[in-house]
């Protein structure tokens, strides 16, 4: 199972682009590149997914190296309800479970 | 769409007693069901993972027979926490999956006293 990377925390103040980035050196060929925001006591939520190259949709997008060993998360304009943990995953159709990491606790200040 | 539901949402019992916790995919059929717990500023763990129709596969250190998880449709798992101790208490959270993506239910909190 591919482990994940992040940064612990970060802060960022309301309006700004926030990016966060993941790595995963040891991706395997059939993983997908999974992001879950968590607020406390709620169970995580889907952000996006992707295999390669850049995904996009209402609320993030996701830039994936052509390497596939990274990729970052950002998230435009947050806003102080963006405060959350952000988990990067990878696992694939043929790899089952995910195994979650410690993710990254963002603040977001007015 | 991708909506999971699990019910109870919180729950408060007696040492010793027996807690059952229902996740149901609502809009999608998962043939994989894993689940979850969490404890107080720790990220989630994972306990086990089971297959419809299939006996599920238990993580190291997760006691199979505490933790009974049936998986009897693609709609719905139930994980049965047995004779629960205080240490058990924790936020439980089931995640079915639907093709390459796993989706999660809003979690059930287990106090038990």
């Known amino acids: 199972l591919a482990k994940t990377t992040q940064p612990i925390s970060m802060d960022s103040y309301e309006g700004q682009e926030v990016n966060i980035t993941c790595s995963h050196n040891n991706i395997a060929t059939n993983d997908y590149i999974t992001w879950y925001q968590q607020f406390p006591s709620q169970g995580p939520r889907f952000i996006i997914q992707?295999?390669?190259t850049k995904v996009t949709n209402e609320v993030a997008s996701l830039f994936i190296p052509a390497d596939r060993k990274s990729s970052t998360l950002s998230l435009p304009r947050v806003s102080l309800s963006d405060t959350a943990v952000y988990y990067c995953?990878?696992?694939?159709?043929?790899?089952?479970?995910?195994?979650f990491g410690q993710g990254t606790t963002l603040q977001v200040k007015p | 769409g991708a909506v999971v539901s699990q019910h109870p949402s919180r729950v408060i019992c007696k040492s010793g007693t027996s807690v059952k916790i229902e996740c149901r995919s609502l809009?999608?059929?998962?043939?994989?069901m894993f689940w979850y717990r969490q404890f107080p500023k720790q990220s989630l763990m994972l306990m086990a993972t089971s297959n419809e129709g299939s006996k599920a596969t238990y993580e190291q250190g997760v006691e199979k027979d505490k933790f009974l998880i049936n998986h009897a449709s693609l709609t719905l798992s139930t994980l049965t926490v047995t004779s629960a101790h205080p240490e058990d208490s924790s936020f439980y959270i089931c995640?079915?999956?639907?093709?390459?993506?796993?989706?999660f239910g809003p979690g059930t909190r287990l106090l038990v006293l």
């Open positions: 809009d999608f059929q998962a043939t994989t």
């Open positions: 995640s079915p999956k639907h093709s390459e993506t796993q989706y």
């Open positions: 995953l990878v696992g694939g159709v043929n790899t089952g479970k995910l195994i």
């Open positions: 992707g295999y390669k």
